[in-house]
């Protein structure tokens, strides 16, 4: 049985596949004369190929029953695609590199909870995952008249499994 390890959520691990948000180490300054605090730059949206738009929604995810069998992967072929949560509540990243899809390329992250992340345009990826409880997530991706969602089943379901702290994702 294959393994896919899920590793903690970082900038570096991450960078393949696109930006995390967070505030943590992240350029910073104040405005509003100093009573906030400016925490800048901290994705590239690249939404407006062929006449895209920006659109700028809330999801909100359903914690999922555990075991759960990832079955499929999506991607947004003209535009990135980023999630924001709202409240502190930890989530679960799969995701693979963007051109023709390799499970063995497959990666799976796990969140602090209040880590974001902006999956790069072209970018395989599992929908929402949220894990402990219903979760609201801003979402900024792309809108315009071209189809932006490509799915595709896997040919054998992944098994994603929750021990404790840890996340590991398992091919059943």
Not at 18 to 40: K, L, M, Q, S, Y
Request: charged share 25%; net charge negative.
């Amino acid at each position: 049985m294959k393994t896919l390890r899920v590793a903690r959520l970082t900038r570096e691990a991450f960078a393949p596949f696109g930006d995390v948000i967070e505030i943590d180490g992240a350029r910073h300054f104040p405005i509003n004369g100093g009573t906030t605090e400016r925490f800048h730059d901290l994705a590239t949206v690249d939404v407006c190929d062929d006449g895209g738009r920006p659109l700028i929604n809330v999801f909100r995810g359903q914690p999922r029953a555990w075991p759960l069998e990832i079955s499929m992967m999506e991607r947004h072929p003209l535009g990135s695609q980023a999630f924001v949560p709202l409240r502190d509540a930890r989530y679960v990243i799969v995701v693979a590199p963007a051109g023709e899809f390799d499970a063995s390329q497959m990666r799976a992250f796990w969140t602090e909870g209040w880590q974001g992340v902006n999956y790069a345009k072209g970018v395989w990826h599992h929908p929402l995952l949220a894990l402990d409880c219903v979760s609201d997530f801003v979402v900024i991706d792309r809108g315009g008249d071209q189809p932006n969602c490509d799915e595709i089943a896997l040919t054998e379901p992944w098994r994603l499994e929750l021990h404790g702290e840890q996340v590991a994702v398992t091919e059943t």
